[in-house]
């Protein structure tokens, strides 16, 4: 697995082989397989429409829709819902009800300290987007785009992403990490907080100390990733 879909979004089929389908998600551009029996096919007007539409995004550990014959859907916090308003919404000609919490608006960073904590132990897994599963990547981008701001997919594709800063000291709470391999490459991101600490996923989403040598396992009582760059997105 390298990626998760969630409910609602969106993509186009680029390759088919069998019951399966390679993807290109719309948000993030990132390539997959999944199986043929595990999407609704919408028409080229709508994915364009989908494309301009306002992002909503649920904002609850999970819940449930329900359709037109009330047979409940289970979803997980940051689920897309195209077109909501007023409890209802619809993919293609589809309708469901939702009366849960759904966010569109752009996020402060005080927001998106306190969104990471909905992902709080969330167990790791390479290419996990949900509070039941996830990697670092996914918790970051997860995390910003419940709060409207749209991070790519892998780490080092984040790292392409907004402005250097020299010094953790410049950085402020909600700001992104970002570590390195002996090779150089950026294997793994992170979410700085307040007072020198990290928020991110390695094992579990958990909280560690963070300096200028990289990210201090206190229970270790070793550094366990290296500081690469440290991005101030917004």
Known sequence: MVSQVLFGEHFKVIDKSK????IRLSYDKYEGWIDEKQ???ISKEYYQLLDKATINVTSQLVNFISDKNNELIPIVLGATLPSFKDGQFKISEKEYTFDGQVTTKKGTKDAIIKTTFLYSNAPYLWGGKTPFGIDCSGFTQMVYKINGIKLLRDASQQASQGEVLSFIEESEPGDLAFFDNKEGEIIHVG??????YIIHASGKVRIDRLDQSGIFNEKLRKHTHKLRVIKKIF
Do not use: P, S, T, V
């Open 19 to 22: 019951q399966w389908r390679k």
């Open 39 to 41: 999407y609704l096919e």
């Open 191 to 196: 979410i700085i907080m307040a007072n020198n």
